[in-house]
């Protein structure tokens, strides 16, 4: 299989095959977690069998914190995972074109919840296999951001409102610098915790414009208002299912008008000018024509795999591209990144792709840099010669904020050497960047793949797994592409891109439980029963007056109890036992428990003790002797 840079904000096949589980790349130049210098933008993601103490939980019952001197909760997601029949998202006949994979569960959509089996739309009999489980399992991903990673808690009691035996401790690393490190902690709240804790670093709306007919997947019933078939290759007219969908960040802003389409970017972070400074993210077979490209794909059949809002991070997932019946693409939105994962499933023919982010006049007066043109070209309109070559990193920076696209392919289909495209002209003639969007090309830039079979005769290989493969393979090929868009602040340097993309050639990488914290707590109670003096003296008839101290000297909190004096002999008397409220680790509370010694019983010391009782455990106190004095005085 080869592994090869691609271009714009793919990811690369590395992070995809570290045997402790994988983080998605991180960038330069937004906050740093603790103990991870320059990787605060990272997110994290385990599966579940990465935390098999949390395995059978509610997803809405699986909490966050870290640890910096005290507890603090922070946000996680669980996107649920199932093995999916595709011929249903596409609203096929079960029997034909037979395609499964794992892919995110969304109740919403014909993919259902996880737990809920799919069902065939001619029948309404459950597809075996398709059911899933509704608790935490092996699939599903738990989602954080290593921004808020802190410090090792080991031995430390846990935050109140969650059970610790399901503590599972999550070290964070950066391979780019060792030693460094971050800690977040996974438990099951006990209280009703929200997993949020209170924060959106993502806000998705997906949302059909004009309004669908009826629901996309009306609740009890097989109707949908979802037009799953093609509308006709017209380049000039709308998609199927007109969207007017957008995604939100603090960062950055997007929005999507159809299935395949992107048709704005509005950069936000450190003072960017916030205009909208893209006209499309075009995909198109060849580098000239309209015949296939991502309005046609949007004009064409297609379905809803996933569309997910959550507190971490949005999912957009969706399959269908022309010919490529089961071509699937996932667009995952982070706080101030995007991941957009391609995969090619499409008959043999297909040999020659671009993928281009073709920016709008918005984006006038910024530059365009790549791997192989540091220097940079200005984006103006006026066509520049650049070298072309495989891309390592791409950039477009100015006023508007900064874009860098790194992106990888994994594929086992021979490729000529990868080249790159960019085209900066407002008379661009039959260049494909006109297919869609305004009809010019405003610094496009991206990648150029071209599939071959054996030379003389190139003519691709399929990919789709519905169709026997083509010699002179024997199984049916793959191709997969990465790619991750970082969204910074205006005016970044070319080290700034370099980085990227070795972060994202070396994601953070993680450990969980006893391999990632060692001195994992272990409850202990314990209390301290302390009388401020070991001894004292009254006369007969008096009372002396011993000032108890119990102090909470475990690592767990003590209930509610009572220090109770103890008494080895008739010739004194106590006065009952005082209640003691509950004791946080650490924290003493002081009783004052009185003696009286009787007349006419001698002199000898009278002993008593003391003993704290609190949750079934009683702790006790040295002997204090009280002395029984003579005389008058």
Request: glycine letters at 10%; a neutral charge; proline letters at 7%.
């Given at each position: 299989?080869?592994?090869?840079?691609?271009?714009?904000?793919?990811?690369?096949?590395?992070?995809?095959?570290?045997?402790?589980?994988?983080?998605?790349?991180?960038?330069?130049?937004?906050?740093?977690?603790?103990?991870?210098?320059?990787?605060?933008?990272?997110?994290?993601?385990?599966?579940?069998?990465?935390?098999?103490?949390?395995?059978?939980?509610a997803p809405s019952d699986l909490v966050?914190?870290?640890?910096?001197?005290?507890?603090?909760?922070?946000?996680?997601?669980?996107?649920?995972?199932?093995?999916?029949?595709?011929?249903?998202?596409?609203?096929?006949?079960?029997?034909?074109?037979?395609?499964?994979?794992?892919?995110?569960?969304?109740?919403?959509?014909?993919?259902?919840?996880?737990?809920?089996?799919?069902?065939?739309?001619?029948?309404?009999?459950?597809?075996?296999?398709?059911?899933?489980?509704?608790?935490?399992?092996?699939?599903?991903?738990?989602?954080?951001?290593?921004?808020?990673?802190?410090?090792?808690?080991?031995?430390?009691?846990?935050?109140?409102?969650?059970?610790?035996?399901?503590?599972?401790?999550?070290?964070?690393?950066?391979?780019?610098?060792?030693?460094?490190?971050?800690?977040?902690?996974?438990?099951?709240?006990?209280?009703?915790?929200?997993?949020?804790?209170?924060?959106?670093?993502?806000?998705?709306?997906?949302?059909?414009?004009?309004?669908?007919?009826?629901?996309?997947?009306?609740?009890?019933?097989?109707?949908?208002?979802?037009?799953?078939?093609?509308?006709?290759?017209?380049?000039?007219?709308?998609?199927?299912?007109?969207?007017?969908?957008?995604?939100?960040?603090?960062?950055?802003?997007?929005?999507?008008?159809?299935?395949?389409?992107?048709?704005?970017?509005?950069?936000?972070?450190?003072?960017?000018?916030?205009?909208?400074?893209?006209?499309?993210?075009?995909?198109?077979?060849?580098?000239?024509?309209?015949?296939?490209?991502?309005?046609?794909?949007?004009?064409?059949?297609?379905?809803?795999?996933?569309?997910?809002?959550?507190?971490?991070?949005?999912?957009?997932?969706?399959?269908?591209?022309?010919?490529?019946?089961?071509?699937?693409?996932?667009?995952?939105?982070?706080?101030?990144?995007?991941?957009?994962?391609?995969?090619?499933?499409?008959?043999?023919?297909?040999?020659?792709?671009?993928?281009?982010?073709?920016?709008?006049?918005?984006?006038?007066?910024?530059?365009?840099?790549?791997?192989?043109?540091?220097?940079?070209?200005?984006?103006?309109?006026?066509?520049?010669?650049?070298?072309?070559?495989?891309?390592?990193?791409?950039?477009?920076?100015?006023?508007?904020?900064?874009?860098?696209?790194?992106?990888?392919?994994?594929?086992?289909?021979?490729?000529?050497?990868?080249?790159?495209?960019?085209?900066?002209?407002?008379?661009?003639?039959?260049?494909?960047?006109?297919?869609?969007?305004?009809?010019?090309?405003?610094?496009?830039?991206?990648?150029?793949?071209?599939?071959?079979?054996?030379?003389?005769?190139?003519?691709?290989?399929?990919?789709?797994?519905?169709?026997?493969?083509?010699?002179?393979?024997?199984?049916?090929?793959?191709?997969?592409?990465?790619?991750?868009?970082f969204y910074d602040p205006p005016n970044?340097?070319?080290?700034?891109?370099?980085?990227?993309?070795?972060?994202?050639?070396?994601?953070?990488?993680?450990?969980?439980?006893?391999?990632?914290?060692?001195?994992?707590?272990?409850?202990?109670?314990?209390?301290?029963?302390?009388?401020?003096?070991?001894?004292?003296?009254?006369?007969?008839?008096?009372?002396?007056?011993?000032?108890?101290?119990?102090?909470?000297?475990?690592?767990?909190?003590?209930?509610?109890?009572?220090?109770?004096?103890?008494?080895?002999?008739?010739?004194?008397?106590?006065?009952?036992?005082?209640?003691?409220?509950?004791?946080?680790?650490?924290?003493?509370?002081?009783?004052?428990?009185?003696?009286?010694?009787?007349?006419?019983?001698?002199?000898?010391?009278?002993?008593?003790?003391?003993?704290?009782?609190?949750?079934?455990?009683?702790?006790?106190?040295?002997?204090?002797?009280?002395?029984?004095?003579?005389?008058?005085?």
């Amino acid at each position: 299989m080869q592994e090869m840079s691609f271009h714009s904000g793919l990811k690369t096949a590395a992070a995809l095959s570290l045997a402790v589980g994988a983080i998605f790349a991180g960038a330069s130049g937004a906050a740093s977690a603790a103990g991870l210098p320059d990787r605060g933008s990272d997110p994290i993601v385990l599966k579940g069998a990465d935390a098999p103490s949390l395995i059978g939980l509610a997803p809405s019952d699986l909490v966050a914190f870290s640890y910096d001197g005290s507890w603090s909760q922070v946000p996680v997601q669980v996107d649920e995972r199932k093995w999916a029949d595709y011929r249903v998202i596409r609203r096929f006949s079960i029997g034909s074109q037979q395609f499964g994979s794992v892919v995110y569960a969304d109740a919403n959509t014909w993919t259902e919840a996880d737990g809920i089996a799919q069902k065939d739309w001619n029948t309404g009999q459950e597809i075996p296999g398709t059911t899933g489980d509704p608790m935490l399992d092996a699939d599903d991903e738990i989602a954080m951001m290593a921004k808020d990673s802190g410090s090792i808690a080991g031995n430390v009691a846990p935050p109140s409102g969650v059970d610790d035996a399901t503590r599972t401790p999550v070290k964070i690393s950066d391979p780019l610098n060792p030693g460094a490190s971050g800690y977040i902690y996974l438990f099951r709240t006990t209280t009703g915790l929200d997993p949020s804790a209170g924060r959106d670093y993502v806000s998705y709306d997906q949302q059909f414009s004009p309004a669908l007919s009826s629901p996309y997947k009306s609740p009890g019933t097989l109707t949908s208002g979802y037009n799953f078939n093609s509308i006709g290759d017209n380049v000039s007219g709308p998609p199927v299912n007109p969207e007017a969908s957008s995604v939100v960040t603090d960062n950055y802003e997007q929005t999507f008008p159809g299935r395949w389409l992107v048709d704005g970017l509005k950069i936000k972070e450190g003072g960017a000018s916030g205009v909208d400074i893209l006209d499309g993210d075009k995909s198109t077979v060849n580098s000239t024509g309209c015949g296939r490209n991502e309005l046609t794909f949007s004009r064409g059949g297609g379905g809803q795999i996933a569309n997910i809002d959550g507190p971490v991070r949005a999912i957009r997932s969706y399959i269908g591209a022309n010919s490529g019946t089961y071509t699937q693409r996932d667009q995952i939105y982070w706080s101030d990144r995007l991941e957009t994962n391609t995969y090619l499933r499409v008959h043999a023919g297909i040999t020659d792709f671009v993928m281009a982010v073709d920016y709008s006049e918005a984006a006038s007066g910024m530059t365009y840099r790549n791997n192989l043109n540091e220097s940079g070209v200005t984006i103006d309109g006026i066509p520049d010669t650049v070298t072309t070559g495989n891309l390592d990193w791409e950039q477009t920076t100015g006023n508007q904020g900064t874009v860098t696209n790194i992106g990888r392919i994994v594929t086992d289909v021979p490729l000529r050497p990868i080249t790159s495209f960019y085209l900066d002209s407002t008379s661009i003639g039959s260049s494909s960047m006109a297919c869609s969007g305004d009809t010019k090309a405003i610094g496009a830039s991206g990648p150029r793949i071209q599939m071959i079979t054996d030379p003389p005769t190139p003519g691709g290989r399929n990919t789709d797994p519905t169709l026997p493969p083509t010699a002179p393979s024997t199984e049916v090929n793959n191709f997969t592409g990465y790619r991750t868009s970082f969204y910074d602040p205006p005016n970044e340097p070319v080290a700034t891109s370099r980085l990227r993309a070795q972060q994202v050639d070396a994601p953070l990488t993680f450990v969980t439980g006893a391999l990632a914290d060692p001195d994992t707590y272990v409850p202990k109670a314990a209390a301290k029963v302390k009388p401020a003096e070991p001894r004292q003296a009254v006369r007969p008839g008096k009372v002396a007056k011993i000032m108890v101290t119990v102090t909470n000297s475990g690592n767990v909190t003590l209930g509610a109890g009572k220090v109770c004096p103890k008494l080895n002999t008739k010739r004194a008397r106590t006065f009952g036992c005082k209640a003691i409220g509950s004791l946080a680790p650490g924290d003493s509370a002081v009783r004052t428990m009185p003696v009286k010694v009787k007349k006419g019983k001698g002199f000898k010391p009278v002993k008593v003790a003391f003993q704290f009782r609190a949750d079934g455990d009683i702790y006790r106190s040295a002997v204090v002797r009280i002395h029984v004095r003579r005389g008058s005085r």
